[in-house]
């Protein structure tokens, strides 16, 4: 199993750590899969087109075409775009976001 979450960026492009949306896949295929449905422009794409599209905007002089879906995930998580994220999350973990929520600000 991977869990990884994909990072928000700036204005400017750079990734904002601990943020964004978690995706999960039994394999990095599946990981990229995920990735790439979750925006209505790449969902069409092929796993091929949405590695070349992506790696084309985050890292446009690097080779892409012999990069497959786990060398995609590593080149992303590289350049701080997403977090590999534990399978199972412990009861502490979800204890302390619960507190931090009840809170008012």
């Known amino acids: 199993m991977i869990r990884a979450q994909i990072h928000e960026t700036t204005l400017d492009g750079f990734p904002m750590d601990e943020t964004g949306t978690i995706v999960e896949g039994n ?19 092929s796993i091929r087109q949405y590695i070349d599209f992506v790696l084309g905007k985050v890292a446009p002089k690097e080779k892409t075409e012999d990069v497959d879906a786990t060398e995609f995930l590593a080149r992303l998580a590289g350049k701080g775009f997403i977090s590999f994220l534990p399978d199972e999350i412990n009861s502490e973990s979800m204890e302390e976001v619960s507190e931090c929520a009840d809170k008012q600000a």
């Open 27 to 45: 394999d990095a295929y599946e990981a990229v899969e995920a990735m790439k449905m979750k925006s209505p422009f790449t969902v069409d794409m």
